[in-house]
C-alpha cells in the first residue's frame, strides 16, 4: 500500500506563492508511478492541476495554471511538488496528491493523500 503525503499548504495574498510536496511514506516509493496534483473548491468538483509521467519527461497543465504552476519532480527525493506563483483567489482549495501505476491524471487514481488547504486572500 502506498501513503501519500501532502505538505506546504498555508495562506497567501494574490499574487503570492507556495509549494507543495508529495512524497510517499513508509517502505515504498513513488517511483514508476504516474503523480497529479488535483484541487477541490467548495461546491466544486475535483479537478486534475497538473500531472507528471514517471520519468518526468512529460506534464500536463490545466489552462488556469499554464504559466503560474509547476509540477517539479525530484525521484532522488522521492518527492513531486507542485510550485505555484502568481496566486489567485480562484486557486482557493484543498490540494490533493494522487498517485497510480497506469492511470494517467485521473479522478480514479489508486492512491491519495489526505489534502492541504491553499487559500489565497487579502
Known amino acids: 500500500q502506498l501513503q501519500i503525503v501532502e505538505s506546504g499548504g498555508g495562506s497567501v495574498q494574490p499574487g503570492g506563492s507556495l509549494r507543495l510536496s508529495c512524497v510517499a511514506s513508509?517502505?515504498?516509493?513513488?517511483?514508476?508511478?504516474?503523480v497529479g496534483w488535483f484541487r477541490q473548491a467548495p461546491g466544486k468538483e475535483r479537478e486534475g492541476v497538473a500531472c507528471?509521467?514517471?520519468?518526468?519527461?512529460?506534464?500536463n497543465y490545466i489552462d488556469s495554471v499554464k504559466g503560474r504552476f509547476t509540477i517539479p519532480r525530484d525521484n532522488a527525493k522521492n518527492t513531486v511538488y507542485l510550485q505555484m506563483n502568481s496566486l489567485k483567489p480562484e486557486d482557493t482549495a484543498v490540494y490533493f496528491c494522487?498517485?497510480?501505476?497506469?492511470?494517467?491524471?485521473?479522478?480514479?487514481?489508486?492512491?491519495w493523500g489526505q489534502g492541504a488547504q491553499v487559500t489565497v486572500s487579502s
Open positions: 494522487a498517485a497510480d501505476y497506469r492511470r494517467w491524471c485521473s479522478n480514479s487514481s489508486d492512491y
Open positions: 507528471i509521467s514517471p520519468s518526468g519527461r512529460t506534464k
Open positions: 513508509g517502505l515504498r516509493s513513488l517511483d514508476g508511478y504516474n
